[in-house]
T-cell receptor, first 110, second 115 residues
Framework: KQEVTQIPAALSVPEGENLVLNCSFT??????LQWFRQDPGKGLTSLLL?????REQTSGRLNASLDKSSGRSTLYIAASQPGDSATYLC?????????FGTGTRLTIIP | NAGVMQNPRHLVRRRGQEARLRCSPM?????VYWYRQLPEEGLKFMVY????????ESGMPKERFSAEFPKEGPSILRIQQVVRGDSAAYFC?????????????FGQGTRLTVV
C-alpha cells in the first residue's frame, strides 16, 4: 500500500527567500508524481507533473525533482512571494490512483 | 476550454436524505476520478470511471455510495441516506489518458454538509 509523507507540515518564511518542500513515498512502482497547490476552501491547481522516467521538471519559479529509487521528491520555490501562500500537496500516481500526502501549509511573510 | 466543472459547490442535506454530486470533465477527457477530503485529513481516492464503466472502486464505502459516468452527461456521485460522517469536500478530477502521461485536473469541489 502506497503511503506519502510530506515534511514539514507547516512552514513560514520571509518574502524573497528560496524554499524546499519535501515529499516521500513508500512504493517506487509509480506512473508519475504531481505537485498541487490548494488555497483555503478551493480546489487543487496542478503545478508540475514528473513522469517516472524523469528526474525533474521546471515551471517558472518552481522546480520539482524526483528520485524514484529512494522514494523522494522535492519542490523548490525560488524568490517566494506572498501569493505563494497556500497548502502544497504531493500526489503519487500508482495504477491510475493518486495517493496524497497531507500537505505543507506555506505562509510567506511580507 | 473550461476546466473540470463540479456542481453544486455547496450542498446541505439532512440526515437520511440523498446527495447527488455532479462532475463534467474537461473537454476531450474520458477518465474521471472522485476523491474525498474529510476535515483535517488528506484527499482519499474513491473511484475511477471511464465512459459507462467503473474501472476501480476500491476506495468507495461498501454501502450507500455509488458512482456512474454515462455515455452522455456528467459523472454522478450519489450518496444515499447521508450521515454526519459524510460531511466532507468531494473532488472530481479528469484526465485525457492513462499511464505515465496521466495528468489529473481537479474541479473546485463540492462541500457537503450533513445536518
Amino acid at each position: 500500500k502506497q503511503e506519502v509523507t510530506q515534511i514539514p507540515a507547516a512552514l513560514s518564511v520571509p518574502e524573497g527567500e528560496n524554499l524546499v518542500l519535501n515529499c516521500s513515498f513508500t512504493d517506487s512502482a509509480i506512473y508519475n508524481l504531481q505537485w498541487f497547490r490548494q488555497d483555503p476552501g478551493k480546489g487543487l491547481t496542478s503545478l508540475l507533473l514528473i513522469q517516472s522516467s524523469q528526474r525533474e521538471q521546471t515551471s517558472g519559479r518552481l522546480n520539482a525533482s524526483l528520485d524514484k529509487s529512494s522514494g523522494r521528491s522535492t519542490l523548490y520555490i525560488a524568490a517566494s512571494q506572498p501569493g505563494d501562500s497556500a497548502t502544497y500537496l504531493c500526489a503519487v500516481n500508482s495504477n491510475e490512483k493518486l495517493t496524497f500526502g497531507t500537505g505543507t501549509r506555506l505562509t510567506i511573510i511580507p | 476550454n473550461a476546466g473540470v466543472m463540479q456542481n453544486p459547490r455547496h450542498l446541505v442535506r439532512r440526515r437520511g436524505q440523498e446527495a447527488r454530486l455532479r462532475c463534467s470533465p474537461m473537454k476531450g477527457h474520458s477518465h474521471v476520478y472522485w476523491y474525498r477530503q474529510l476535515p483535517e485529513e488528506g484527499l482519499k481516492f474513491m473511484v475511477y470511471l471511464q465512459k459507462e464503466n467503473i474501472i476501480d472502486e476500491s476506495g468507495m464505502p461498501k454501502e450507500r455510495f455509488s458512482a456512474e459516468f454515462p455515455k452522455e452527461g456528467p459523472s454522478i456521485l450519489r450518496i444515499q441516506q447521508v450521515v454526519r460522517g459524510d460531511s466532507a469536500a468531494y473532488f472530481c478530477a479528469s484526465s485525457a489518458t492513462r499511464g505515465t502521461n496521466t495528468e489529473a485536473f481537479f474541479g473546485q469541489g463540492t462541500r457537503l454538509t450533513v445536518v
